[in-house]
């Protein structure tokens, strides 16, 4: 099995909708900073009496990883669920 692209690297990454941004671009950073986010969270979740909205909030941040790589207007946007105002009222409320 291959491990690799066959493509080199010239300092770019390609997105789920297509397209490709720099690998120094603001939203491969934010998809870091939300997997980050996320294995904390699963280590706080392995804790005696977690709160089990911990496991909503993982969800959350996995779809908030699938609405930052499928930029708007791209062929498969309408297979991602944005995250919305609904859902940052529903943070707050927690």
């Given at each position: 099995m291959r491990l690799y692209t066959r493509s080199g690297d010239d300092g770019t990454t390609g997105l789920f909708g297509g397209g490709r941004?720099?690998?120094?671009?603001?939203?491969?950073?934010?998809?870091?900073?939300?997997?980050?986010c996320n294995a904390a969270l699963g280590v706080a979740l392995a804790c005696p009496n977690a709160d089990p909205r911990i496991t909503d909030l993982q969800g959350l941040l996995l779809q908030l990883g699938s609405d930052l790589a499928t930029p708007a207007g791209t062929p498969h946007e309408d297979k991602v669920r944005r995250i919305g105002e609904e859902d940052a009222a529903t943070l707050e409320a927690w």
């Open positions: 941004v720099a690998k120094d671009d603001p939203r491969i950073e934010a998809f870091g900073a939300v997997d980050e």
